[in-house]
């Protein structure tokens, strides 16, 4: 940014003068966000191309968050965005970003890198979401932060069948347990 990138104005008594006459000082921001900010898990549903309609609702929910990533992500976030289908060696998650982030751009490279090719764990018409959620509750309890965490689940899917793993009651009590 440099100076030319700022136009300042004084109103004096309704008239408008434009200041051409400053200098600009570029300083490091040692705000405390902490109060402020959040730590969040971002679940994104996978599917694949094979699922015709089901991967149009993954798009837009695709184009939503990575649109608005701007507007929700705050300096000093942690933000991590996961894609989830079945279990996929012994995994239900698959990590977009690697880490906790509040860049911007590591995040939108994440999903930029997201596939809708066709695997055994993307293609069937059930998501393990209970299981995902159970996953990302114990992925938040492990950052070490005193900020709020929370998971923001993006699927039009739901638990279609009772499968081995934990159920609603059970995902719910732990989020409790661990003030998420």
Same mark, same amino acid.
Request: hydrophobic residues 35%; glycine residues 6%.
């Given at each position: ?12 008594? +309704?008239d408008k003068t ?14 405390? !966000? ?31 968050? !990575?649109?608005?990533?701007? +507007? ?14 079945l279990i996929d ?20 490279? +994440? ?9 055994? !764990? ?12 159970s996953e990302a ?20 899917? !739901? ?19 661990? +003030?998420?």
């Amino acid at each position: 940014i440099s100076e030319s990138s700022f136009v300042f104005s004084d109103f004096n008594e +309704g008239d408008k003068t434009v200041i051409d006459s400053f200098e600009v000082e570029v300083i490091e921001d040692t705000s405390d !966000y902490s109060e402020m900010n959040k730590c969040v898990i971002i679940l994104l549903e996978k599917s694949s191309s094979e699922r015709g309609k089901k991967v149009e609702q993954v798009v837009t929910f695709y184009n939503a968050l !990575y649109e608005s990533l701007s +507007g929700f992500v705050n300096k000093g976030d942690k933000i991590k965005i996961v894609e989830f289908s079945l279990i996929d060696d012994g995994n239900i998650l698959n990590d977009l970003n690697s880490e906790f982030t509040d860049d911007i751009s590591l995040l939108k490279t +994440g999903l930029d890198n997201m596939s809708i090719e066709p695997t055994i !764990y993307n293609t069937n018409n059930v998501t393990e979401i209970y299981g995902a959620l159970s996953e990302a509750i114990n992925q938040l309890d492990q950052v070490e932060t005193k900020m709020p965490k929370s998971i923001l689940l993006l699927s039009e899917e !739901y638990q279609t069948k009772a499968g081995s793993g934990p159920s609603s009651t059970d995902v719910i009590r732990l989020a409790k347990e661990k +003030g998420i």
